[in-house]
């Protein structure tokens, strides 16, 4: 059977200036790298599941997006992450929220689904438990880049009038078995409430794997994916109104635009099919099937191969 990845960087007011195009290539760059390491592993025979935690780790390591690394400061100059993945086969999920300290996001909600009974660990209790199970720690430097603190400091100047910097990462695979799976991982907004929890971390809002359906993770304005249950709301159209991938990702995206609602998917089907709709100017985006060309693009341009 033939697999499939597909990855995202965020959605959101990506606008065409010439400093936000001579950084396109670095963003392309990033993606690529995020799809050749999940790639690898599912040319090699490996899982979805795996695929799609080094997928997200990659772009968690990578300062241009708004996970791990790259993610962005509260409101009192904090950082807070939140990340979650599931298992298409058995739906076993795991997630973390409101976390700093450990290097990805992504292996702690990993860490949570296959080393304890729960789903979702927030805050303090959240970080003994990574330490109890030796998920890896980066020193508190490490997250802070120049660029995340400018934004914060955009945002007092506006007076907090909106949160910005509303990125997220994630992936979605489908392996040779036909396995599925979906990892998201986020630094929520900038100038956010402390406390402040999005849809990346809420299983049926974010993320969302089933192996009778679909897999999906997702990235724009949380609270709107979180009210309407985003992503389990389009593996629902799939089982139950017989809706096509495109037809139900793209369906529930509109209706989330209708009321106020920005962002977009990556999502793939039992069949291998894929959907990355959006309703913002651009997302940052790519996939990858079994022939290993690498396709990425950020607005609605021609995907980029090589």
Not at 11 to 39: E, M
Not at 169 to 188: I, M, P
Request: charged share 20%.
């Amino acid at each position: 059977m033939n697999f499939v990845l597909a990855v995202h960087g965020g959605a959101g007011t990506i606008g065409r200036d010439r400093t936000t195009r001579s950084r396109a290539s670095s963003y392309h760059a990033g993606l690529r790298r995020a799809l050749i390491a999940g790639r690898d592993i599912l040319a090699a025979g490996g899982s979805a599941l795996d695929a799609v935690t080094r997928a997200v780790t990659t772009l968690e390591d990578d300062p241009l997006y708004n996970a791990g690394r790259g993610s962005v400061f509260t409101a009192a100059g904090t950082q807070e992450m939140d990340a979650s993945i599931m298992d298409g086969r058995e739906h076993r999920s795991g997630a973390v929220a409101g976390i700093f300290g450990p290097r990805n996001p992504v292996l702690a909600a990993r860490a949570v689904m296959e080393h304890s009974n729960h789903v979702l660990l927030i805050g303090e209790g959240a970080l003994a438990f990574c330490r109890e199970q030796g998920v890896v720690f980066a020193e508190p430097g490490y997250f802070s880049t120049e660029e995340r603190l400018r934004e914060l400091r955009g945002m007092i100047e506006k007076q907090g009038r909106d949160a910005a910097g509303v990125g997220t990462v994630g992936a979605v695979a489908r392996d040779r078995d036909g396995n599925l799976a979906a990892a998201t991982s986020t630094g929520g907004m900038t100038g956010k409430v402390p406390g402040r929890v999005g849809d990346s971390p809420i299983i049926g809002a974010g993320t969302y794997a089933d192996n009778a359906t679909c897999a999906v993770s997702a990235t724009g304005h949380g609270e709107f994916f979180i009210r309407y249950g985003a992503a389990f709301e389009i593996a629902a159209r799939l089982r139950h109104a017989g809706q096509s991938l495109q037809q139900a990702a793209g369906a529930v995206i509109e209706a989330l635009a209708e009321f106020g609602g920005r962002g977009g998917v990556v999502a793939v089907d039992c069949s291998g099919a894929l959907a990355l709709p959006f309703n913002t100017t651009g997302m940052y985006r790519g996939y990858v099937r079994s022939d290993g060309v690498i396709h990425t693009a950020i607005w609605d341009e021609p995907y980029l191969s090589g």
